[in-house]
């Protein structure tokens, strides 16, 4: 059994689908594809000196994603770049970089595009291009399952905003060639879920020290863009079965992720809190949900929910519909 996670950046495995990779790495092979070495990313702690030193900055994040994937049991990884190219298909940049990002609405977690994103950015790279590459490996990997974001990018990061796009068109070429297109999840959240989160982020005492230690404020009002309706969740992972794997996963990510602590054994709803650099305290669930991206799954002439009902999941993993 295989799963595929296709994400923008270094950190982005970790925090949107940990559970689910280090869930399916107990008895299947999980597998991620990496589109570019986050080269733009802010920077906390210690090495905040690299923040603006792309290459620099790239290099170290690589060492923080091999650590994470060890941690979380991941059987391979690849850059987007570091693919083959098919036949026929144009070639990507030698190196595909970060496109950056700015913070519109920093209390709600909300991302927009930088404006500044050169010519071998992601966002620059055309989509058609990168998704024929995509394409090929996923045609030669043959997962059961693939996972990205939604079509807003969980946040709105413009990098995951194009993965998203790009791993759609992938396949959707692999549909038009014939070929048995898996599943494509992403990671949601139903909106009760959302809301007694974050009130309980609000409430819970553990909670409250370590915003207090690490000087983290409370997310803003309103729901951000990966809640969706509970009737389209249908996979679940039990995230304390897994909590060590996630946590040491994103303490590898230590200039992008912050104040990570394991929650009392005897919280009833998280498993965890952390905080990115905007330093907003975000909550970890004990419950980490994922959606069919649509009947069709977002990708035309396939059917999403019949081949959903009928892949197989490794044990940790639980379909709920």
């Given at each position: ?133 995509l394409a090929a ?141 905007n330093l907003v ?41």
């Open positions: 059994m295989r799963l595929l996670a296709v994400h923008a950046h270094p950190d982005d495995e970790t925090l949107s689908t940990g559970p689910l990779l280090a869930a399916w790495a107990r008895t299947g092979e999980a597998f991620v594809v990496s589109c570019t070495r986050g080269e733009r990313g802010e920077v906390l702690g210690p090495l905040h000196a690299l923040e603006g030193d792309g290459p620099a900055l790239a290099a170290h994040r690589t060492t923080e994603l091999a650590a994470a994937l060890a941690a979380l049991g991941v059987s391979g990884h690849a850059f987007l770049d570091a693919l083959p190219v098919p036949a026929g298909a144009r070639a990507l940049p030698a190196t595909v970089v970060d496109s950056g990002m700015r913070w519109v609405d920093v209390p709600g977690g909300t991302a927009g595009p930088a404006d500044d994103a050169g010519p071998s950015a992601f966002t620059s790279v055309p989509a058609a291009d990168a998704a024929a590459v490996h996923v045609r030669a990997l043959a997962p059961d399952v693939v996972v990205t974001y939604d079509a807003g990018g969980g946040y709105g990061h413009p990098d995951h905003v194009r993965t998203h796009d790009v791993t759609v068109r992938a396949l959707a070429l692999l549909a038009a060639a014939g070929v048995d297109v898996p599943p494509l999840l992403c990671p949601s959240t139903p909106p009760a879920t959302d809301a007694a989160v974050r009130a309980h982020l609000a409430d819970a005492r553990w909670v409250a020290d370590v915003r207090a230690d690490h000087g983290l404020t409370l997310p803003a009002a309103g729901r951000p863009p990966a809640v969706v309706a509970e009737r389209r969740i249908v996979a679940e992972v039990d995230v304390t079965d897994v909590l060590d794997d996630v946590v040491g996963a994103l303490r590898a990510h230590a200039t992008q992720v912050t104040a990570v602590t394991a929650a009392p054994a005897s919280d009833p709803l998280l498993a965890g809190v952390l905080a990115l650099s305290v975000m909550g970890l669930p004990r419950v980490a949900t994922y959606a069919l991206l649509g009947a069709d799954g977002g990708v035309p002439g396939t059917d999403a929910t019949a081949r959903w009902a009928s892949v197989p999941l490794a044990d940790a993993v639980r379909r709920v519909a």
